[in-house]
């Protein structure tokens, strides 16, 4: 008879959890940017260890939401906001358009080479969003026209990082059963 497993075995070790010995005590910035990092690496730990299939699965009908979505989407919203409204690029959103506004998680499918270009994209937008925020004042405002500093672009990241994370950990847990984090 297998030993059944216990909720509390499930959660990641913490000898192993890259987001321990942040900066728990800086200044203004340096407290934006560590809980924004906080939030990315969160996102990173529920995708790890899956295949395309797995990060493709979707959460029970009729929603399209995947891990692989997640990701996909978090991508277009780094690069919205940083690229397109705070640096003034005019540049396209990678998997949003107009023919295909849901086109983040309906074209998360179960394909290597997808999900390879999603993690791949987010990873330049994560790396573009912060050399930026590194390079600009809090107070800075975007070129979109909003009232909105980059401050308060920090805390909105960090909101929608979290609230997608909860999603994530409900994603997880129906694949392989991990939680926590």
Known sequence: MTKPRHRADLFLDPAVDPRENGAPVGDE????????????????????????????????????????????????VERVWFRRRFAGQDVPTRYQTAD?????????VADQ???????????????????????TELDFVGHDG????????????????????????LLRERIDGRIGE
């Open 29 to 76: 910035r340096a407290t934006l940017v560590e809980f924004l990092r906080y939030q990315r690496l969160t996102l990173r730990i529920k995708c790890e260890g899956l295949d395309a299939e797995q990060l493709a699965r979707r959460a029970v009908e009729p929603s399209t939401m995947s891990l692989l979505g997640l990701v996909r989407h978090l991508a277009d």
């Open 100 to 108: 295909e506004p849901d086109g983040d998680f309906d074209g998360a």
């Open 146 to 169: 909003s009232v909105r500093s980059l401050r308060e672009l920090l805390v909105h990241m960090i909101e929608e990082y979290a609230r997608h994370n909860g999603h994530a950990d």
């Open 113 to 135: 080479a997808v999900a390879d270009e999603a993690f791949a994209a987010w990873r330049e937008e994560i790396a573009f969003a912060e050399r930026f925020a590194a390079d």
